[in-house]
């Protein structure tokens, strides 16, 4: 948003106040809504105004309807070693837990070099770059990471499995400089194409697919976004492969939930699942997998013999015995 | 590759052997040798025949060429916590560097529940993949990253500035299932494109820039590869700060050196280095810089009015005092 004469300016110190006072106005302990506040007006400072003042209505909801504790409940430890913990969120606010958990791992990182914690029981924690520059400051490089209810669909599959899944890295560069990588594993964030439907555009290619699980141009089939990467041929595999890490981080070692698609793994292989005519669904290292299992009944490793021309020419000039062939 | 009555067979021991006397007979220790061969046949096995027996010469030349030492060199540790490590490689084969590394980071998360490793005066180490795998198979989840020499074109630059900078995770699944994420944070790998050069078919959409930047879909003008994501509007900008994510843990963190036009960060604003036409090149985090400067320049957060009306009905309902603005 640039500032027109049609925009109207907040003080960020009333806007942190009144964050505060809406969530204690639902019965939120004031420390909890101060960790909110804080979350949301560095949200809309740093210009991503959809995950701040924006969202107050869903965080006072989720109170509201019971879906986030407002009682006396905080997050606890149940496992930790020197450098890693797991956190349970007993359900407060996200950010609540989200800062609780950071604070510890950088409590660890000055201890042990680096400190990694996961934690179950938590809810949306806002914008995870926060936790990250949060731990920059401290002169650390700061990661994030979170899962997210699902809205990617994996490449060759039809049905969203699995969040934005965003992560991030903060780095303190030199002269003040900073590298703030905060991004969703998904291609783009789901408010970029509400607005470019919004202008009337088209979708441009690599965003979404329709309910085929074929990539579509047209806001009114949308169905789900595509991995960063767009559609296979771009590599989307690979930003599906990267949401899947942040499950991995977040839901699994956790021990928490995940999208109920990625539950069982291998519930993408269901027919339900595939896109017609595409091949079958894969995760990373299944085509590896394949290629060794080839090897095995083979009795060894398959080359074109161009390859063994070249290692038997290395073997001449090198004086060295030559590769004995299986057949 | 498939199995065909072309393709000739190697049994893995051969391979294994093969390749050990090819790099004695340069002057590499064995045990040095035995690592290489390791990490060789791992890359054919998983089909990744890129990284596999195909690159034999390379090593020999790094060997040949003084690149690499084959002397007593052995890799040291610089520097330690429970948890991390900086080791100095002494510049021998990047296998050998890489194990001792990762071995490192094993033992540490066997002692503090998560080691991180980083390496100077190390050489090209082969398949990310393998590192992270010989993690998984001690029970963690296993990661490895690499800078490389550039070839990537950052999103709105026109020269390669990053490497194609792999990432991986690796996870051990239940049932003898895997997870093992492996890839390049560019779009592809150059062997894809120049597979599709050979078929004489024309580069697919978000691979590829020419020499002024722009996608190109002809081999013949292919200058750089783009970053995961491809050009600026399917969010490229996201694979281009994974790999500068890299490039931080791999080049910056420890001490070594990365790709020339990273060294001095700002290089990216060199006028020689812009697409014509297009807006600044940019780095994950400065467009937030931005909007905080204008925010500190207006004394506040600039809303558009309807989140402003958002907010006071919300204060309406609550029963709050509603925002003050500031103008």
Redesign the interface.
């Given at each position: 948003?640039s500032?027109t004469t049609?925009?109207?300016?907040?003080?960020?110190e009333?806007?942190r106040s009144?964050v505060v006072?809406?969530m204690v106005?639902?019965g939120t302990k004031e420390d909890h809504a101060r960790d909110l506040a804080e979350l949301l007006?560095s949200a809309?400072?740093?210009?991503?105004?959809s995950h701040?003042?924006?969202r107050?209505?869903m965080y006072?909801s989720e109170i509201k309807e019971g879906m986030t504790t407002s009682g006396d409940n905080e997050p606890t430890i149940l496992k930790?070693?020197?450098?890693?913990a797991l956190v349970d969120g007993n359900n407060v606010l996200g950010p609540v837990v989200g800062k609780y958990c950071i604070d510890l791992a950088i409590k660890k990182a000055k201890d042990?070099?680096?400190?990694?914690v996961t934690a179950k029981g938590s809810n949306h924690f806002g914008i995870a770059?926060w936790y990250s520059i949060r731990a920059m400051k401290q002169g650390m490089?700061g990661m994030a990471f979170t899962n997210t209810s699902p809205m990617m669909v994996p490449t060759r599959a039809k049905e969203r499995t699995l969040g934005t899944n965003p992560l991030t890295?903060?780095?303190q560069?030199?002269h003040g400089?900073?590298?703030?990588?905060?991004?969703a594993t998904t291609?783009?964030a789901l408010g970029k194409l509400e607005m470019q439907d919004r202008k009337g555009e088209p979708i441009?290619?690599?965003?979404a697919v329709d309910q085929d699980g074929k990539e579509t141009r047209d806001a009114k089939n949308f169905h789900g976004l595509l991995p960063?990467?767009?559609v296979e041929?771009?590599?989307g595999y690979?930003?599906y492969?990267?949401a899947?890490?942040v499950e991995?981080f977040c839901g699994?070692?956790s021990g928490s939930s995940f999208g109920p698609n990625v539950r069982t793994?291998?519930d993408f292989d269901r027919a339900a699942n595939l896109v017609d005519g595409a091949s079958e669904v894969l995760?990373?290292?299944d085509?590896?997998?394949?290629?060794?299992e080839?090897?095995d009944n083979?009795?060894?490793?398959?080359?074109?013999?161009n390859?063994?021309t070249?290692?038997n020419e290395?073997?001449k000039y090198?004086?060295?015995?030559?590769?004995?062939?299986?057949?």
């Open positions: 948003m500032s049609k925009e109207l300016v907040v003080p960020i009333e806007l009144f006072r809406s106005a639902v007006v809309d400072y740093r210009g991503h105004y701040g003042l924006n107050l209505d006072i930790e070693t020197v450098a890693t042990a070099g680096i400190g990694f770059g490089l890295l903060a780095a560069g030199n400089d900073e590298f703030v990588l905060d991004m291609s783009v441009p290619p690599g965003w960063l990467g767009g041929q771009s590599s690979k930003g492969g990267l899947m890490m991995i699994i070692l793994w291998k995760v990373p290292g085509p590896e997998r394949k290629h060794m080839l090897c083979l009795g060894g490793i398959p080359y074109h013999p390859q063994i070249y290692a290395l073997a090198f004086k060295i015995t030559p590769m004995k062939l299986l057949k």
